[in-house]
Structures are given as structure tokens and as C-alpha cells.
């Protein structure tokens, strides 16, 4: 079982950065990537930003592009989602997920086999 747990989440104005922080433990000696999805109300959970844990690589909805950064600490086994010139659309609970092994893509939620609790981000305008 792998746990993760979500902070940095809260309220800012339109234009502000925020910084997100999931924290995986347990058994996470072979972890393949970790990612984040975000689902605000009515609305199915998107994905936002995914990094594979060996090589770092990043991907991004296209959404998000140019204004997020998600990035890793592996000794910490910590994922980071970096969100600057945050707007109204922005506003969803955000959720950090794992993928213990790789699955053929990072933009699915069937990839991903852990789930944190999620944080809310709200963007006032």
C-alpha cells in the first residue's frame, strides 16, 4: 500500500502562485511516476501534470501549459505541482496520484493506483 497526503492547497487572487505538496510513503521502492488531477464541481477529474519518477520527465495538459511546473524530490519521495498565473478556471480540488508501475500513459486515472485525499485551490477573480 502506498499513502499519499496533499498540502498547499487554500485561497488566492487571480494572477497569485501557489505550491502544492504530496507526500508518498509506505511501499514506494518502486514508484514509476506521480501525477495530479484536479476536478472542480460538475465536472468530471482531469489531468493536470504528470513526472516519471526515474527520469524526470514532465507532461502537461495543454491547460496548464507555460503556467505550471510539477517537479520531484526522490529522497523525499515528494511531488511538487508548482502553479503560477493561477485564474478563475483554475479552481478544483486537487489530487495527487501514484502509478506504481507504468501502465502505457500518464493522462488517465486508470494509470494511477493511488490516490491522496485532494486539496482544494480556489482562484478568486
Known amino acids: 500500500q502506498v499513502q499519499l497526503v496533499e498540502s498547499g492547497g487554500g485561497l488566492v487572487q487571480a494572477g497569485a502562485p501557489l505550491r502544492l505538496s504530496c507526500a508518498a510513503s509506505?511501499?514506494?521502492?518502486?514508484?514509476?511516476?506521480m501525477g495530479w488531477f484536479r476536478q472542480a464541481p460538475g465536472k468530471e477529474r482531469e489531468f493536470v501534470a504528470a513526472i516519471s519518477w526515474s527520469g524526470g520527465r514532465t507532461y502537461y495538459a495543454d491547460s496548464v501549459k507555460g503556467r505550471f511546473s510539477i517537479s520531484r524530490d526522490n529522497a523525499k519521495n515528494t511531488v511538487y505541482l508548482q502553479m503560477n498565473s493561477l485564474k478563475p478556471e483554475d479552481t478544483a480540488v486537487y489530487y495527487c496520484a501514484y502509478q506504481q508501475y507504468y501502465s502505457g500513459s500518464y493522462y488517465q486515472k486508470i494509470d494511477y493506483d493511488y490516490w491522496g485525499q485532494g486539496t482544494q485551490v480556489t482562484v478568486s477573480s
Open positions: 509506505g511501499r514506494t521502492f518502486s514508484t514509476y511516476a
